[in-house]
């Protein structure tokens, strides 16, 4: 069953709906990252997008990623809870909080004004060019696995 559009302003809207449902003191209902964290963390995936601050895979590291990780990041299937990330992903120290929402909330607007359109056949980093759909999924999927973290 496909997963809810985030490139529609009704998905992104009810995603930011849920991230204003966050506070800085809600508990994850797993893991480790707290919700400043958990925030800085999903801003990773965008900044891959639209930042030039991490770089890119070489080309051995991409081929592994692309047989082994991309169809579990970019399929329909839930990730698990605990699941591995990879090392840009892993968010050590503190963050804060207001800063890191406005971030997410920006990049959700952004993403959602490209459209669809914007992100067709735009290649990643990690998985070479991704189709509108493998886009909405890597997207939508992991802020919801992580609203849901926290019970939001």
């Not at 797993?30 to 930042?51: F, I």
């Amino acid at each position: 069953m496909p997963l809810p559009n985030i490139f529609t302003k009704e998905v992104s809207e009810a995603i930011i709906d849920r991230l204003n449902k966050l506070t800085p003191d809600s508990k994850p209902l797993w893991g480790k990252m707290g919700p400043a964290q958990m925030m800085a963390h999903c801003n990773v995936a965008y900044e891959m997008v639209y930042d030039n601050i991490h770089r890119e895979p070489n080309a051995v590291l991409k081929f592994i990623l692309k047989a082994l990780v991309k169809n579990k990041v970019v399929g329909e299937k839930p990730f698990p809870h605990n699941s591995k990330t990879a090392p840009e992903f892993i968010i050590r120290d503190s963050k804060d909080f207001d800063k890191e929402k406005k971030r997410l909330i920006d990049y959700i607007n952004r993403t959602q004004e490209l459209g669809e359109s914007g992100f067709d056949g735009k290649v990643s980093n990690s998985f070479g060019p991704l189709t509108k759909t493998e886009w909405n999924n890597l997207f939508y999927k992991h802020l919801d696995h992580h609203l849901s973290q926290f019970g939001i």
